[in-house]
Structure formats: structure tokens, C-alpha cells
């Protein structure tokens, strides 16, 4: 059974950092994609940031490049986007999804998965940016 679970949310100051956590367990192998995601209030999700766990290859959407940056730690299951410079723009849910179908190559393969490629999702975890 394949368990998504986000940590690391918060309420910060605008031009303040925070790292999120996705814990992923479950798969067969410690190799996949996992993505970031984020919603805000009556907001589409967009997908933020990808990386696939096989190299360490990343992607990021424009709106966060520069600023988020993904890693992951294969030891642990878990994958991290740490978050710099941060705006009221941010805020919204931040949710982790992951698949086992792609495991490489994430810079030209995420694209497509954060479209529409992620097969098992987290809950989410909540980021407010505010003074």
C-alpha cells in the first residue's frame, strides 16, 4: 500500500524559508518521480516542482525557479522542497504525489507529469505567507 505523507507547513513571514517533507513508502524500489504541487484558494493546482529519484534530475515551473529548490534523500523515502524568498503569492495547500512509472530524466520527463502523470497523492500540507 502506497502511503504520500506531506510535513513542513506553516505560517511565515514574506521573505522567509521553509522546508516541506514527502515520506513516500510503499513502492517496490526507492525509484520514481515524485512531484509538488500547490492550490490556492479558488486557485487551479499547479505543479511547482519534480524530481525523479533516479538521478536527482529536477524540474521546476517558473513561477518558483530560483526561489524552490527539490532534493531528495533515498535513504529515507523522502524527498524535500525547500522554499526561499517567499511572497503572499505562495500561499495555498502544498501536496506531494508520487509514481513508480517514471524513474529518470525527470528535467525533460516531469513536464508532462505534473500534468498529468502522478498516481498516488498525499494530503496535503498548508503554507500561509503573511505578515
Known amino acids: 500500500q502506497v502511503e504520500i505523507v506531506e510535513s513542513g507547513g506553516g505560517l511565515v513571514q514574506p521573505g522567509g524559508s521553509l522546508r516541506l517533507s514527502c515520506v513516500v513508502s510503499g513502492f517496490s524500489s526507492q525509484l520514481y518521480a515524485v512531484g509538488w504541487f500547490r492550490q490556492a484558494l479558488g486557485k487551479q493546482r499547479e505543479g511547482v516542482s519534480c524530481?525523479?529519484?533516479?538521478?536527482?534530475?529536477?524540474y521546476y515551473a517558473d513561477s518558483v525557479k530560483g526561489r524552490f529548490t527539490v532534493s531528495r534523500d533515498n535513504a529515507k523515502n523522502t524527498v524535500y522542497l525547500q522554499m526561499d524568498t517567499l511572497t503572499p503569492e505562495d500561499t495555498a495547500v502544498f501536496y506531494c504525489a508520487a509514481t513508480e512509472d517514471v524513474w529518470h530524466s525527470g528535467s525533460l520527463r516531469c513536464p508532462s507529469l505534473l500534468r498529468s502523470g502522478m498516481d498516488y497523492w498525499g494530503k496535503g500540507t498548508p503554507v500561509t505567507v503573511s505578515s
Open positions: 524530481i525523479t529519484t533516479g538521478d536527482g534530475s529536477t
